[in-house]
């Protein structure tokens, strides 16, 4: 979770816009029919799956809608699923799970189709409103099921939450459960009496904040590391990055696909969001290149160890 308009942030679409690759973008996607001539009702986007520990297919990158509201969140869920996306990304207090579900309708996709993840709030904490939010969520949606539902963040009673959506779980009201923002002594609490183990942590993950002890630790325990803000939102200057913007250049991409590619490559379900078309399309062409040891090594050492988001620590 992040801020839509941190003071640090660089615009990415200002940048991209001084790019021959964002160029060719932004003017094809001038083209308002561009879209639905270059992809399919199927996932075209050649977007794989990761296999989570209780067997379910999950795509490995996918659509976030934090920040987005109203109609502009609506058209921009219904232009990715268009793009190819499958994944889709909401929670409560992000204030917008009913323009997603108006976006899913509008894309006309079949719902088995995609995999849609929300959150439980901190204001539903416990056995009971837990149970009581994902109804309300379900609602708000206008769906009869959600692939994944996440604890958002680890406050109030986490045991009494975990508990209810453990049953809506074995009930099949919920595909996978998992959770957002917990550290490892958080983590290995929860693991202490849960019956189901979490598929997913949704963490802050980027270039400039690896994580590398919670992701090993979470690979230890067969988690899956979820990033929210794969981009850090351009704070720290990461879209003008001198050593993405190099790397970037010798595969004639984007610093954003790199900073994506480098998540894919580490294994990590990322959800960058974004209201602009051509940035929704940019940001899934990063399986046509890979990244060598040599990049790989080089954003390793771009880590700072701490978060860009402190307003939300």
């Known amino acids: 979770m992040n801020s839509e308009n941190p003071k640090n942030e660089i615009s990415r679409r200002r940048f991209l816009q001084n790019t021959t690759a964002a160029g060719i973008y932004l003017s094809m996607f001038g083209m308002p ?44 869920v ?5 793009a190819g996306y499958r994944l889709i990304d909401t929670a409560k207090v ?13 894309s006309g996709i079949d719902r088995k189709k995609l995999f849609v993840t929300s959150k439980l709030w901190v204001d539903d904490a416990g056995y009971e409103n837990a149970k009581k939010g994902f109804e309300e969520t379900l609602r ?31 009930a099949g009201k919920i595909k996978a459960i998992g959770i957002s923002n917990f550290d490892q002594a958080q983590l290995t609490d929860l693991l202490s009496y849960a019956e189901v183990k979490p598929v997913v942590n949704q963490i802050e993950t980027h270039a400039y904040f ?16 979820e990033a929210w803000a794969p981009f850090a939102e351009g704070r720290n200057g990461l879209f003008t990055n001198e050593v993405l913007t190099q790397i970037a250049k010798k595969y004639n991409k984007t610093t954003a696909q790199v900073a994506l590619r480098w998540h894919f490559q580490r294994g990590i ?28 090594k080089a954003i390793a050492k771009l880590d700072l160890n701490t978060t860009q988001f402190p307003e939300w620590s």
């Open 33 to 76: 029919d561009l879209l639905a001539n270059t992809v399919t009702d199927k996932n075209t986007a050649g977007i794989p799956d990761v296999k989570l520990n209780n067997g379910v297919k999950m795509p490995i990158l996918g659509f976030g809608t934090y920040g987005l509201s109203g109609e502009v969140c609506q058209q921009s």
């Open 78 to 82: 219904a232009d990715a699923i268009t």
């Open 94 to 106: 992000y204030g917008n799970e009913e323009a997603v579900g108006r976006g899913i309708k509008q």
């Open 140 to 170: 708000k949606l206008q769906l009869d099921y959600l692939d994944l539902y996440l604890i958002h963040r680890p406050r109030g009673d986490v045991k009494g939450s975990w508990k209810a959506m453990e049953e809506l779980y074995k």
């Open 210 to 225: 690896q994580q590398t002890n919670d992701y090993n630790l979470l690979k230890k325990h067969n988690i899956y590391t």
């Open 269 to 296: 379900i990322a959800i960058p969001r974004s209201s602009q078309k051509a940035h929704i399309a940019e940001n899934l062409i990063i399986f046509d290149f890979k990244l060598d040891d040599a990049d790989m």
